[in-house]
T-cell receptor, first 116, second 112 residues
Framework: QKEVEQDPGPLSVPEGAIVSLNCTYSNSAFQYFMWYRQYSRKGPELLMYTYSSGNKEDGRFTAQVDKSSKYISLFIRDSQPSDSATYLCAMRSSGYSGAGSYQLTFGKGTKLSVIP | SQTIHQWPATLVQPVGSPLSLECTVEGTSNPNLYWYRQAAGRGLQLLFYSVGIGQISSEVPQNLSASRPQDRQFILSSKKLLLSDSGFYLC???????????FGSGTRLTVV
C-alpha cells in the first residue's frame, strides 16, 4: 500500500461548482497536512497548511483533516476557471527524518478543470 | 521578502552530455534546500536535500549529484545524462524544514 493515495482525475466541473479533492494515507505518524496548487509548467504553490484533525478555511478554500480515517480533503467553493490546475496533497510526521530535515510525502496530484 | 530563482526554464540536452541546474534563494539565510523531479504519473520524487553549506543528503542513488557551494545556492549536476533523466526538475526551500516548502518555477529537461 502506498503511503499517500490521490485520485489523479482528471476532474471536470462547471464554473461555480463546489469541488472536493481528497487524499488517503496509511502512516498514522503524519501530523501536518498541506495542499499545493500547480499550474501547467509551473512549480507547486502552497495553498493550505494544517496541523492534526479539524478544518481550516481561507477564502473559497477549506482544508479538512480526519486522522481517525486517515483522510484529508480540500474543498473549493464557487470554483473559477482560474482554479484549473493540478492539486497535490502533502504530509509529514512531527519528527526528524534524519540529518535535520522534515521530509514531505506527496500525493501524485489531481488534475482539475473548471469549465466556464 | 524571500524569493527563489531557478534556471534555465527549459533545456534540451543530448545523451551523454553534462548537466548543471542552478537554484538560488534570496531574502533568507541558512535555508533548507531541496531538489525534486516530477515525472508524469510518478509524482514528486525527492532527489537531494541540504540543511547547510556542503551538507547534501541523497534520497535516490542515480546519475545525478548535488552541491551547495554557498548558503543560498543549490546546484544539480550530472556528468553524463541518460534518457531516463528527462523530467521536470524543481528546487524548493523552507526556513527549517518544518514549514511547507516554497518551490521554484522548475526546469523542464528533455534528454534526446
Amino acid at each position: 500500500q502506498k503511503e499517500v493515495e490521490q485520485d489523479p482525475g482528471p476532474l471536470s466541473v462547471p464554473e461555480g461548482a463546489i469541488v472536493s479533492l481528497n487524499c488517503t494515507y496509511s502512516n498514522s505518524a503524519f501530523q501536518y497536512f498541506m495542499w499545493y496548487r500547480q499550474y501547467s509548467r509551473k512549480g507547486p504553490e502552497l495553498l493550505m497548511y494544517t496541523y492534526s484533525s479539524g478544518n481550516k478555511e481561507d477564502g473559497r478554500f477549506t482544508a479538512q483533516v480526519d486522522k481517525s480515517s486517515k483522510y484529508i480533503s480540500l474543498f473549493i467553493r464557487d470554483s473559477q476557471p482560474s482554479d484549473s490546475a493540478t492539486y497535490l496533497c502533502a504530509m509529514r510526521s512531527s519528527g526528524y527524518s534524519g540529518a535535520g530535515s522534515y521530509q514531505l510525502t506527496f500525493g501524485k496530484g489531481t488534475k482539475l478543470s473548471v469549465i466556464p | 521578502s524571500q524569493t527563489i530563482h531557478q534556471w534555465p526554464a527549459t533545456l534540451v540536452q543530448p545523451v551523454g552530455s553534462p548537466l548543471s541546474l542552478e537554484c538560488t534563494v534570496e531574502g533568507t539565510s541558512n535555508p533548507n534546500l531541496y531538489w525534486y523531479r516530477q515525472a508524469a504519473g510518478r509524482g514528486l520524487q525527492l532527489l537531494f536535500y541540504s540543511v547547510g553549506i556542503g551538507q547534501i543528503s541523497s534520497e535516490v542513488p542515480q546519475n545525478l549529484s548535488a552541491s551547495r557551494p554557498q548558503d543560498r545556492q543549490f546546484i544539480l549536476s550530472s556528468k553524463k545524462l541518460l534518457l531516463s533523466d528527462s523530467g521536470f526538475y524543481l528546487c524548493a526551500w523552507s526556513p527549517t524544514g518544518a514549514e511547507g516548502y516554497t518551490f521554484g518555477s522548475g526546469t523542464r529537461l528533455t534528454v534526446v
